[in-house]
């Protein structure tokens, strides 16, 4: 089981839910989804299908990579606080953008008071400089926001470049990719 999950680099998205609504009307339109919920997303949750031209958004294109034959194979949209990290062996090594310290452990704590919305924002220990959490590297890809898209068993590392600035320009926010083994 595995996740590619798309996210916005920002805490709090300027209207999740219209958003969520308005991004996934573009993928049904494009053929990416399908508009129906059926119940392929992660223990039978209602999801959307894979859609008629999803392969044109992998590259190569084709079916074959994409997981047609698993049952869980929709795409789900989070639109509540989540953190999205790596499951496994996530090292949870970051650091300040600023003074190059490293500070993977302290805003690993630091989720605790992001997670029920207390602050956006994380402040390096060292050198003081603040910013959304997301402005704190991680060595590998990681995201915190109240939006997500997550494609349950697609093949991450084929979905083409075109296709996913697309996807962050239609957000109107830089955008992480989080792999997620399970
Ligand atoms: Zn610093």
């Known amino acids: 089981m595995s996740q590619f999950i798309i996210v916005p680099k920002i805490s709090s998205y300027p209207g999740p839910e219209a958003r969520a609504r308005v991004m996934l009307r573009w993928l049904i339109e494009r053929g990416v989804v399908e508009a129906q919920l059926t119940r392929c997303g992660v223990n039978g949750q209602w999801a959307h ?32 606080r989540c953190i999205y990290t790596p499951k496994d062996a996530f090292r949870g090594e970051a650091r300040c953008p600023e003074c190059r310290a490293k500070v993977g452990e ?36 990681c995201a915190f926001s109240d939006l997500g898209f997550i494609f349950n068993n697609w093949p991450g590392a084929y979905f083409r470049r075109g296709f996913l600035d697309e996807f962050a320009e239609r957000l109107g926010f830089p955008i992480e990719c989080v792999q997620v083994s399970t």
Not at 58 to 78: M, W
Not at 112 to 138: A, Q, S, Y
């Open 49 to 80: 299908a894979i859609g008629p031209r999803a392969s044109e958004v992998i590259e190569p294109a084709g079916l074959t990579l994409l997981p047609v034959n698993e049952p869980c194979n929709g795409v789900q949209v989070v639109t509540k």
């Open 106 to 141: 302290v805003l690993v704590e630091h989720l605790e008071v992001w997670m029920p919305g207390e602050t956006d924002n994380f402040i390096c220990p060292e050198c003081d400089h603040e910013d959304d959490i997301n402005g704190f590297p991680f060595d590998e890809a």
